[in-house]
Each structure stands twice: as structure tokens, then as C-alpha cells.
């Protein structure tokens, strides 16, 4: 795996696995070899937003061979346990997850790893700083200033864990109305640049808030697949 790369953020809500998805399938569009690994381990949801319920099965090598959507390879405790079971863990045994997620899939060979994380600073950040290098983190805010205060903890996580940060990703930047072309900020302004500034990283994109990018979380056809000419996919590109 050349790069692996964390996309996270501070608080549930913002669009993290949105983005994870959706980047991953431009990287995979541009002819990159990609993986996609659930970090969200309570709230499991990428295999529904990449439309695959396929159970992972164990290789002659006794190592997990990750089901495959979009041309992307992926492994979610969503595919392991029944939809409606909840995952009621304390901390070693999320590391341990973490870990098996590491180190006992069959990721092949990789040109970028996405780690979706869970929300805010806890046991899976930390547990895939100690066992494998990452190229970098993905940060992921709404314009609101609560967002981006709560999404600065997660940035001050990352850095005391050595992971550079990449760059920020403003989503829910505006909306523009269907029928009389009207922007409105319903979040606020400027919230993405502001932390872009403040942290000296770039603004990688500002995603509108628009009912097809949440439609194709939730019916399994992300927008970038699916609407590569949209402007929200043209962003993720």
C-alpha cells in the first residue's frame, strides 16, 4: 500500500464518509488502485453508500479477501455483523479491529488506502498512527464555526500523532435553489478557508449542498460514479 490516507474530522455530521466515498472512487476513476477501509467501527455505513451488502470471505491464505463496488476494494465491520447489531466495544477491542483491518485483509497491491475515521479524537486515530505509516489526513468541515472549532481538535490529534494534514474540505458550502437558482449559505460562510488559513494547508474543494449527493450516499450510486459531469463530483476529481 503506497498511501494511506485518513479523512477525518471532529464531529459526526459533516459529510466525512461522503467524502471518503466519493474520493476514493475519483482515485479509482483516474486509474488509481484504491482501497477503502471503514474506520468507523459503531457506525459502519460505507458499504451501503457504495451499494454492496457482499460478505468478505477468508483466501487459502487464511486472510480476508475484501469484497470489491465501484472498483474500489472494501472491508467495514457493516459486512460482518447483521445491519441491526450494535458494536458495544471498549477501546482494546476497537484497536484490535483496527489491527485484523491492517494487517489480515488482502489488500493486494495499492496505490492509496482511505481510511474513513470515526468521529472526533479517539482509539481508532491512534491505533492506526502506532501500526502502519500514514501519508496524511483529510479534514472534513461544515462552514458553521462550531464545526470547525470541534474539527481544530481533530487537526491538533493529527499533529501530535506526526500525520500531516493535507488539506481541508468545506462541505455544505452553499445551496442553490432548484427552481429560482438562489444561493444560500445555510451553514454559514467562509468557515473552510478560514481553517485553511489558519492551519497554513490548502482548501482542497467547497461541496455544495445538493440533494444528489446525499441521495447517492443512501441509494449506493455516489455521485462521482454515477454524475462524474455534476459539480459536486467534478470537485472530488
Known amino acids: 500500500i503506497r498511501n494511506i490516507v485518513a479523512v477525518g474530522a471532529g464531529k459526526g455530521g459533516v459529510g466525512k464518509s461522503t467524502t471518503s466515498v466519493n474520493l476514493a472512487v475519483a482515485l479509482a476513476m483516474k486509474g488509481a488502485r484504491v482501497g477503502l477501509l471503514d474506520g468507523d467501527v459503531y457506525g459502519p455505513n460505507i458499504p451501503q453508500m457504495l451499494g454492496?451488502?457482499?460478505?468478505p470471505v477468508v483466501g487459502a491464505d487464511k486472510r480476508i479477501v475484501p469484497p470489491e463496488a465501484h472498483g474500489i476494494k472494501i472491508i467495514s465491520m457493516g459486512m460482518?455483523?447483521?445491519?441491526?447489531?450494535?458494536?458495544?466495544?471498549?477501546g482494546p477491542m476497537?484497536?484490535?479491529?483496527?489491527q485484523q483491518f491492517m494487517r489480515d485483509v488482502a489488500w493486494?497491491?495499492?496505490?492509496?488506502?482511505?481510511?474513513?475515521?470515526?468521529?472526533?479524537?479517539?482509539?481508532?486515530a491512534l491505533s492506526m498512527a502506532q501500526s502502519v505509516p500514514m501519508a496524511g489526513a483529510v479534514v472534513v468541515t461544515t462552514p458553521q464555526g462550531v464545526s470547525v472549532s470541534d474539527v481544530r481538535k481533530a487537526v491538533g490529534m493529527f499533529r501530535q500523532l506526526n500525520i500531516p494534514i493535507l488539506g481541508v474540505i468545506e462541505n455544505m458550502s452553499h445551496f442553490v435553489c432548484?427552481?429560482?437558482?438562489?444561493?444560500?449559505?445555510?451553514?454559514?460562510?467562509?468557515?473552510?478557508?478560514v481553517l485553511a488559513d489558519e492551519l497554513d494547508v490548502p482548501l482542497l474543494g467547497q461541496l455544495p449542498l445538493v440533494p444528489a449527493l446525499r441521495e447517492?450516499?443512501?441509494?449506493?450510486?455516489?455521485?462521482?460514479?454515477v454524475d462524474p459531469e455534476s459539480e459536486a463530483a467534478q470537485i472530488f476529481q
Do not use: K
Not at 460482518?80 to 471498549?90: E, F, N, S, T, Y
Not at 493486494?108 to 488506502?113: A, H, K, T
Open 52 to 55: 454492496t451488502d457482499e460478505a
Open 80 to 90: 460482518l455483523v447483521p445491519a441491526d447489531q450494535p458494536i458495544i466495544w471498549r
Open 94 to 98: 476497537l484497536h484490535g479491529a483496527v
Open 108 to 124: 493486494g497491491e495499492l496505490d492509496y488506502l482511505i481510511v474513513d475515521l470515526p468521529p472526533g479524537t479517539g482509539d481508532v
Open 178 to 193: 432548484g427552481h429560482c437558482q438562489e444561493r444560500t449559505e445555510i451553514f454559514g460562510s467562509g468557515g473552510g478557508q
Open 216 to 225: 447517492g450516499g443512501d441509494d449506493g450510486r455516489p455521485i462521482t460514479a
